[in-house]
């Protein structure tokens, strides 16, 4: 049995964040569930359907902000982040991803979504995602991780 059910969001990097969210909310009828500050620049989050979502990261200045159209010479997306099925899985995942020393073990609460990164063979960054509250409310900047109530500790 997987322990991952599916894609929880793709990252995207942009130079107009509005620009690019009222494209996607236009076109497939689907809305800006939240747009936030970050040091770095604007993140906008749209839900695209059951359990996943974009999470469109504006970065003015960002030379990998413009997609490139060529196939197979775009590059690696930002990061990709992979649903898993419960809190067991979370748990199993991010034990295996300590021990091959693909993960530090460290969990970030972004309010709905708990996430623990690791880099792939590859070196592309990635994230397990454990969803405790499925509307996305609630979505804050990342913070270390707290024990949340019948959440991962």
Known sequence: M???QGINHVAIVTGDLDRLTAFYCATFDVALVQVD???FGRIGIIKLG????????????????????????RGHLDHLGLDVIDETAFATLRDRLVA???????????GPV??????????MSCEINLV???????GHPPTPHQSLKGAIT
Do not use: C, K, W
Not at 57 to 71: K, Q, R, V, Y
Not at 114 to 123: A, E, S
Not at 132 to 138: F, I, K
């Open 37 to 39: 500050d970050t040091p």
């Open 114 to 123: 708990l996430g623990l990164d690791f880099t792939d063979p590859d070196g």
């Open 132 to 138: 405790v509250d499925p509307t996305l409310a609630g």
């Open 2 to 4: 997987s322990l991952v």
């Open 50 to 73: 059951p359990g996943v979502a974009l999470n469109i990261f504006e970065i003015t200045g960002n030379d990998h902000a413009a997609g490139l159209s060529a196939m197979f010479d």
């Open 100 to 110: 091959g020393g693909y993960s530090t073990g460290q969990i970030t609460n972004f």
